[in-house]
């Protein structure tokens, strides 16, 4: 009866390994998936601007097209994008990549952020959005690196500041809530609708793709904060109202 023991254990454990290669396989698969979308993205990102540009070159090299300034810069304009796009793209492997690149630094997040706001708050004036900061009594310090710390702020501020319409307004709290930072980016912008929401933290998710390409995102940005965030064990959440506003809540750990 030994021997049928030994059968049944090993039974049960080829079962369980059964399991395990299985769940894995789905995650594979799921990898896979998302592998294959994001090349084509990427390629579809890198096809817009490339074809506008060849347009524009085949109509001169036609003579039905003068190389005018007005031209050059509409070909100049296409040439940021691919530039910015590829910039960020290489941000978000980087991000991906994790640890290498983080150089954690002692931070005074007080600080910190009020020079951020200090320094994006003409821009802000002169669209007329009210932008408002309120920090603690207490310090919050962060070990962090300065850099990534300085993306997530101003991609999450930036962003509040594209969605939000003249006259509107953007608030950032810091607040100390157990042994984490907690900032908040509030706007009274455009929102997103709540079918929308859930994707916003998707490579190359872009609500509404006319309108941001006016804007000229490239809907990696929140895709990179998130990376970043979470690959230093912090948090991000999003919570949209369309028509009255989004707030983004991002919790780091503090050093005690
Ligand atoms: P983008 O570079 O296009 O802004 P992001 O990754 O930063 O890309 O954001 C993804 C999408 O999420 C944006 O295109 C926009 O539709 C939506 N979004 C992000 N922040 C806000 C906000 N504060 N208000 C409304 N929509 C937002």
Redesign the pocket.
């Known amino acids: 009866d030994l021997s049928q023991r030994v059968e049944v254990t090993s039974k049960d454990e080829i079962g369980v390994l059964g399991e395990q290669v299985n769940q894995l396989a789905t995650k594979l698969q799921k990898l896979e998936i998302l592998r294959k979308k994001l090349t084509a993205d990427v390629a579809h990102e890198l096809r817009t601007p490339l074809t506008t540009i060849q347009s524009y070159i085949e109509a001169f090299q036609d003579g039905v097209m003068s190389i005018d300034e007005g031209n050059l810069n509409s070909i100049h304009e296409e040439v940021l994008r691919l530039v910015g796009l590829v910039s960020d793209l290489q941000e978000l492997a980087i991000a991906e990549g994790g640890k290498p690149n983080f150089k954690a630094e002692l931070i005074n997040l007080k600080k910190f952020v009020q020079s951020r706001i200090n320094g994006l708050s003409k821009l802000f004036t002169d669209k007329d959005i009210d932008l408002n900061l309120t920090l603690p009594n207490e310090d919050i310090k962060l070990e962090f690196d300065k850099k990534a710390l300085n993306k997530i702020i101003r991609?999450l501020i930036s962003?509040?500041y594209?969605?939000t319409n003249s006259g509107g307004k953007v608030s950032v709290n810091l607040k100390k809530q157990e042994d984490k930072a907690l900032i908040t980016v509030r706007?009274t912008?455009?929102?997103?609708s709540k079918e929308e929401l859930p994707y916003?933290f998707e490579r190359f998710?872009?609500?509404?793709e006319s309108r941001?390409r006016e804007t000229g995102?490239?809907?990696?940005?929140?895709?990179i904060v998130k990376e970043l965030i979470e690959s230093q064990n912090g948090i991000i959440t999003v919570d949209?109202e369309l028509g009255e506003g989004?707030e983004f809540k991002v919790w780091l750990p503090i050093k005690e």
């Open positions: 991609n962003n509040a594209k969605y706007d912008g455009i929102g997103i916003i998710y872009r609500v509404d941001t995102g490239t809907g990696i940005g929140l895709a949209s989004t």
